[in-house]
């Protein structure tokens, strides 16, 4: 799950660097995709051996949360485009997905 959540992130967040960033905001706009970025790197760390980063799993949730649930409110109050609604739609599937798979680790002393 997290290897696949990395992959993903870094095929969707690459391109990002090829559109232009809103002027008054590049400095923003650029920080939240390297920081994104960075998060990919964690997933795929995690992701090789998930009982031993288990700690770190839920900032990962926080990650997919920060962004979902804010784009999906400014969305829904027509504030957000709708294309961010399936990224957002995902980022939220896979905070619960890495909700689960914490679960299901096996707790170590």
């Known amino acids: 799950m ?3 959540a990395a992959i993903y992130g870094v095929l969707v967040l690459t391109p990002m660097y ?3 960033a809103p ?3 590049a400095d923003t706009y650029y920080g939240f995709i390297g920081c994104a970025l960075v998060f990919q790197w964690l997933f795929w760390i995690i992701g090789g051996d998930p009982n031993r980063y288990r700690a770190l799993i839920l900032p990962c949730v926080a ?3 920060v962004y979902a649930v804010p784009a999906l409110a400014l969305a ?3 504030r957000a485009p709708t294309l961010v609604i399936p990224f957002a739609i995902m980022d939220l599937l896979l905070g619960i997905g890495f909700l689960f798979a914490r ?3 096996r707790l170590t002393a």
Do not use: I, N, T
């Open 63 to 65: 990650e997919k949360l």
């Open 103 to 105: 679960s299901r680790l």
């Open 2 to 4: 997290f290897r696949g």
């Open 18 to 20: 090829a559109v232009a």
């Open 23 to 25: 002027a008054d905001r």
């Open 76 to 78: 829904a109050q027509g």
